[in-house]
């Protein structure tokens, strides 16, 4: 079946592994997106991969690896022995899907509680290491099986998440690597706003690049911590209908994952979150997918 409703974890984060597969699969979803450090809170991949698929579920993704604009030397072998034990983890668990996102600017890493790196503020080397950084861990991921699929995020995050601001963007970073290598991420929190949007989301299926589809609502006011500002489909100001159409038309048929972090919605009771976000899918966003799959004529989707 197309379009696959998964829960990532990020929306449920005061759940554990075994806690978050047991509500999905109790809420009937057959999909689930777990953050790498539930994976180490099981005590690796093998076991989370047990929990997983002991349930019933299949990974959708695997949040996430990235963070590769360092400009030290030791920064940069740490970074990429973290992204090649993601890439492992991946594989393991079946994701086959590694979410990217790429990093910010060295002299932002204090944000996030990474190292200080001076004042580096210069963005299109930040950019250039990205581009560096594929190039060695292609050949990896190839290996396993896995594709990297990088994230463009929202302008705010620029200088602390990712320099990667537009899904043009990071198509071009994706260009030089086969499409079974290297993909890219439509996260509707990130992206709704950008006047390419439409082009660009043509462009990365006609190149075979849509490896996954995050939904969320992008909610005002923006929230003190802005990471907390996605909101519950349908509660701010993203026109899922035109999006959702866009991703179906340029041939996407995978899971779509609901990626929420905000303090009122990950700290009320998990199950009330997914059957919200099932019954919101199911009436902002699904039937405009099955409308341009031609699953559905377009009077089912009004």
Sequence with gaps: MSFELSLNTGTTPNLNLHEAVQAAAEAGLSHI????HLISGVGGAEQAEKIISGAGLKASTLCRGGFLTTNSTAGRTEALESNREAIREAATIGANELIMVVGGLPAAAHVLGGQGEGADKD????????AKALGDLVPYAAELGVRLVLEALHPMYVADRAVLSTLGQALDLATPYPTSTVGVVVDTFHVFWDPQLQAQIQRAGHEGRLASYQICDFNLPIAHNALQS?????DGYIDFASISRWVAKA???GCVEVEIFNEQVNNQAASLTISTMKERYEQLVLPHLNQAAGVLPASAAN
């Design 251 to 253: 041939g996407y048929r």
């Design 230 to 234: 996605r909101g519950m489909m349908g």
């Design 123 to 130: 963005i299109v080397a930040a950019r250039d290491r990205v």
């Design 33 to 36: 997106g777990p953050w790498r």
